[in-house]
């Protein structure tokens, strides 16, 4: 049953305009879309109609990875990506902050859909004991990966310096 008394833009089953999303008590517009996520912080969200992945190709430097508003997407069947792969982890910013659902994979390696790029004043950091595993795995990756280029490249310096002390 649709009771138009919810969704203060329609009058009489007439559209008289968005009143806008601070007005508007509805979780859903009457035409299924999102409006507010109506759950708690890292609850995961249901889908809809409108999430459509869109390719993001390059890095997009953000702190979506280990944001509080960086929620698993509930899906009832099938999503997949643009290229027309199955993925089986969605995200999304609860928040509405990103253009599309992205898949985990393109979350952790900083290619979320961000509509606006810079720092989000939305911002809120995961505290290290409820950061997504799949995150701290990659985070402990990266910094031994990075250890061990520092320390290849320590000992290519110290070859350099002695070469140059024997010469």
């Known amino acids: 049953m649709n009771d138009d008394r919810r969704f203060p833009c329609l009058d009489a089953h007439r559209y008289s305009g968005c009143v ?9 517009c009457w035409n299924g879309r999102r409006l ?6 890292g ?6 109609a409108f999430d459509r992945p869109l390719k993001v190709l390059r890095y997009t430097a953000s702190d979506c990875p280990n944001c509080r508003h960086a929620v698993d997407l509930d899906i009832e069947g099938d999503l997949r990506s643009p290229g027309g ?5 969605w995200t999304i910013c609860e928040l509405g902050l990103w253009a599309g659902p992205a ?3 393109n979350l952790l390696n900083h290619r979320a859909p961000i509509r606006r790029l810079g720092h989000c004043p939305s911002f809120e950091d995961t505290p290290p004991d409820e950061m997504r595993p ?4 990659k985070r402990a ?3 031994e ?6 320390a290849a490249l320590r000992e290519v310096r110290l070859a350099a310096v002695e070469d140059a002390a024997v010469s």
């Open 134 to 137: 799949e995150l701290a795995a």
């Open 141 to 143: 990756g990266d910094l």
């Open 36 to 41: 507010h996520t109506g759950c708690s912080f």
């Open 85 to 89: 792969r199955m993925v089986d982890r």
């Open 103 to 105: 898949s985990l994979y």
């Open 20 to 28: 806008g999303l601070a007005a508007c008590p509805a979780d859903r």
């Open 145 to 150: 990966r990075a250890r061990r280029r520092r």
């Open 43 to 48: 609850a995961p969200v249901q889908a809809d």
